[in-house]
């Protein structure tokens, strides 16, 4: 199976067979509570629950539709989305155990060049785009003769489904396309999947994402931006109303001449290309233009608040995403600083060491992916000073020293020992 999915690619799971239901997991330390969870989850956003063999839990919002309103269709949530993946998929690599840290790997290999088609910054952004729009992120192992994975690949977190076991731990994974399923068996001892989700208070299979979590203030910057643009479309002027009196003072039109009076003003007067043209009234009629009300006039302030809310969410300081009146931060290098300390780095920390948990269960070999700090010149200055604090510290031996620093024990004796 996983040789016919490293020739055809990633997809082509998708139309396999269904293997046979999961079986079921072992009882063996596992929590009082487990089996609670183990069936379909309802909560009060579910839109859609399915059931697969042992029953499919499905996330708690339309994620599609989510996606398309919050990312495709917002500028400030696809800035936001964009701005962290990018800069989490650049940090530099490295790989380490308890003994040394590896210049050349196996591992460092597959997360270089983790399939034909993606490198490491191709497949990372993807993770963590993913987890950004969903809670979730799924990579797959394709299996080959050596004992780590031949390939890489994400799959979409809107087609997957956790399928729990009695325990409530996941025992295998559906992966639907439209009316095709592939099922992933998780009860090996190499997972084929490795699921990575963020904290959600309220349910048990799926992470909430920051999307999810600023989805209020997605819908008023869009309805913010709906309405900037119908006033452009109408020459970005107020309404107004045009007021009628007949000869003898009556005010009502007869049918034929409301209806001809729309046609000409949707056609001469109306959208962009008709601004600034005269407008010709015939006797009786006369125009009265209205002012904007302090309810327009607030409109461009609400929907800055809401873009500051999206950037909260999403922990982005609103400065770098160029949102108006927002004075947090002294200056743009203190916020470009807390930005990576505060969302790229941690984001990147979890998503690391998840990928080296999961391929550990491959080799057997206890490895730490994680990023380079010394390399980030965001937190150079933050470095320096710890590195400064650390060396100048005289009570603590050199292995102490490189502990606090991150750095593996140094191989042969050194000057403490002797």
Request: with cysteine; aromatic share 8%.
């Amino acid at each position: 199976m996983f040789e016919f999915l490293r020739k055809a690619g990633p997809g082509a799971a998708v139309a396999a067979a269904v293997a046979p239901d999961a079986r079921a997991v072992p009882e063996a330390k596992a929590s009082a509570v487990g089996p609670l969870t183990a069936g379909p989850l309802h909560s009060g956003w579910t839109s859609a629950v399915k059931t697969a063999a042992q029953g499919s839990a499905f996330g708690p919002r339309d994620t599609v539709a989510l996606t398309r309103a919050g990312f495709q269709s917002n500028p400030i949530g696809f800035r936001a989305v964009r701005l962290i993946s990018e800069a989490a998929s650049a940090l530099p690599l490295i790989l380490q155990d308890c003994a040394c840290r590896y210049d050349t790997h196996p591992v460092l290999d597959l997360i270089r060049r983790p399939n034909p088609v993606q490198g490491k910054a191709d497949l990372f952004e993807a993770v963590y785009a993913q987890l950004l729009l969903t809670g979730n992120a799924y990579l797959e192992a394709v299996q080959g003769t050596a004992a780590l994975p031949y390939e890489l690949h994400v799959l979409r977190s809107d087609r997957m489904a956790v399928v729990p076991g009695a325990d409530g731990w996941p025992v295998a994974y559906d992966y639907t396309v439209g009316g095709r399923k592939h099922r992933f068996d998780m009860t090996g001892q190499a997972a084929p999947v490795c699921h990575i989700r963020s904290f959600h208070p309220q349910d048990d299979h799926y992470g909430l994402s920051p999307l999810e979590a600023s989805a209020c203030a997605v819908d008023v910057h869009n309805a913010a931006s709906k309405w900037s643009k119908a006033l452009l479309d109408n020459a970005a002027r107020p309404s107004g109303a045009i007021i009628y009196k007949g000869p003898d003072g009556q005010g009502a039109m007869s049918a034929d001449q409301f209806e001809r009076l729309q046609a000409e003003m949707e056609t001469y007067h109306q959208g962009a290309r008709n601004a600034g043209r005269p407008m010709l009234l015939e006797g009786g009629l006369d125009w009265k233009p209205m002012g904007f009300s302090p309810s327009d006039m607030e409109f461009q302030k609400t929907k800055e608040a809401a873009a500051r809310e999206i950037a909260v969410a999403f922990g982005i300081p609103p400065m770098l995403l160029g949102i108006p009146g927002d004075a947090t931060y002294a200056n743009y290098q203190e916020a470009h600083r807390a930005f990576y300390r505060l969302t790229v780095v941690p984001m990147v920390t979890r998503v690391t060491a998840a990928v080296s948990h999961w391929l550990s269960g491959f080799t057997g070999e206890a490895v730490e992916l994680r990023p380079d700090l010394d390399q980030l010149p965001a937190l150079a200055q933050e470095r320096d000073q710890q590195w400064r604090r650390v060396g100048e510290a005289t009570f603590l031996t050199e292995a102490e020293k490189r502990s606090l620093l991150g750095l593996p024990p140094m191989a042969g004796p050194t000057a403490d020992d002797a």
